[in-house]
């Protein structure tokens, strides 16, 4: 007896049967119970889903004539009448198949349609099953669609396709439409579980689980891939053997790729890819599965009890999800998968794989320390080396001063920051505006006032003022106080206090401000409530025009200032961070990439 293909001997013979597509059975079940039926079905969905299959159920339901000849449209088809065991043969003569891939002139439709207008042979339905219908050339839809306005009663159509935008309008608007869903893995894993056992052929539930995965959603696919394993396993299915016919990339690889990320060990990575090299396995694969652990990762921090808590690879994903940020679990995956696709244009395949991981190692976050970093306790700061050996790179250093934390870490990574993280001292940048446009203001007196800061000079040094110190004190109870509109706190910030009697009644204060839109009335009378309301007593607020030498907000610039130097000084004079630059010759320190916290 010839072998029969899986994917052909378990085609489901009926609804019943079928798995994975629960809404579309219970939808034409009862559809075919209450008889309330449609002329046309379009059932849209990837390959291997079940668009075929449903449509000969669909077929054998409304021409089943029971085992005892007697019954009617049944959504439960005897499977052994005439018209049963006809359609499942593929010899039924009101019942035809078309593919449209391959059919897509006029000329295939027109005959078909042709044959529309005679009533059916044998059973009570003509049923015209088009697959890949949206192939159809416009000419073909144009002639289609006349029947399937005014169809005849004994007519149906089940029109399939893996691409229903490319369906006219005009033709989807006619169809009753469902869509396929891909299949879970698990349900797959399942079904091919229970055709094992009764094909008693022995399998490994780690072997069922890679061809599951493998079939990305097609039941078909998986069968097929089934029927593969075990001509390659001779007879049963070791998941050392599935691994191997697949290419799959044992998760280990994966795993230890993705502990080497985390504490940006770039010797380790190139040694994942050597190591794979080494056992011929594939690069394609290698990044297939660290896509599909990222994804597991990423729901194992976005909802924990999400994940199926029997796979075995639960635990891993659990554990290495703590390891990475969500922002960066979502850039794995996403260099993971582009960087599948760009494996065919790389040198090599296993290059191409370097290339990707060392993209991963360069786009590692610079604030990202691995909850196991090793903190070293004497130690002001720690270095990592993120350079692969013999790699030249460029040194990335992040730090806090050794007053704010003794246990400081420095990470030293490759490139660029990330596009997503901050621009560094974007604040500086903008609380400079004013110090540099002085600069500008003390050259020439006369001409400035009215106007915006001028374009950036170098600023000018910064001479802390008495009254300065006390306006600085004030603007800081009226921020900890939480009662300052923006506005008037930005005009607060960026002013200089250049008179203030706080003995008078109303107490008198006097601001120089260089913005002008900061000098409007609004922005000052609500400082004027604001600081009435902070020193208990009227206040009576002047404004002038001109650049403020000492404000809140330069005095914030220049702490800041300090400690940047401060935290500079603590990375430059570190001991590791020496031995490291003089170990690597190319090392340098990123001018601004060092951060105090
Ligand atoms: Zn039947």
Known sequence: MSYVVLARKYRPPNFEALVGQEHVVQALANALTQQRLHHAYLFTGTRGVGKTTISRILAKSLNCTGADGQGGITAHPCGVCNACRDIDAGRYIDYVELDAASNRGVDEISQLLDQAVYKPVVGRFKVYMIDEVHMLSNTAFNAMLKTLEEPPEYLKFVLATTDPQKVPPTVL??????????????????????????????????????????????????????????????????????????GAVDRGHVVRMLDALAVADGAALVGAV???????????????????????????????????????????????????????????YSIAVHGRAELALAPDEYSGLVMVLLRLLAFRPKNAVPASAPVPAKVPAVATVATPPKTPAVAKATAMPAAAAPVAVTRVASSEPPPWMD?????????????????????????YGAGEPSPSKAPAAFVPTALGTRWFEIVGELNAAGSISAFARELAMQAE???????????????????ESLRASAPCEKLQAALAALLGRAVRLDLQAGVAADSPARREAEERARRQAQAEQIIHDDPLVRALMAQYKTARIVPGSIKPH
Do not use: K, W
């Not at 796979?311 to 994903?317: G, L």
């Not at 446009?437 to 050259?443: T, V």
């Open 497 to 515: 206090c250049i008179a203030l009697d706080e003995r008078a009644t109303p107490i008198a204060c006097t601001l120089r401000v260089e913005r």
């Open 173 to 246: 608007s006619r169809c009753l439409q469902f869509n396929l869903r891909p299949m879970a893995p698990q349900t797959v894993q399942q079904h091919l579980g229970t055709v094992l056992e009764n094909e008693h052929i022995a399998s490994e539930p780690g072997a069922l689980r890679l061809i599951a995965r493998a079939a990305r959603g097609s039941m078909r696919d998986a069968l097929s891939l089934t029927d593969q394993a075990i001509a390659y396993g001779s007879g049963r299915l070791g998941e050392a053997g599935v691994r191997q016919m697949l």
């Open 274 to 332: 050597d190591a794979l090299r080494g056992l011929g396995l594939s690069a394609a694969g290698a990044l297939d599965e660290l896509a599909a652990l990222a994804q597991q990762m990423a729901v194992a921090q976005a909802v924990p009890d999400a994940l199926d808590e029997t796979d075995p690879d639960t635990p891993q994903a659990h554990r290495l999800a703590a390891l990475f940020a969500p922002d960066e679990t979502q850039l794995i």
């Open 423 to 447: 621009a560094p001292f974007e604040d500086e940048v903008i609380d400079a505006a004013p110090a540099s446009a002085r600069a500008a203001h003390e050259r020439e007196p006369v001409a």
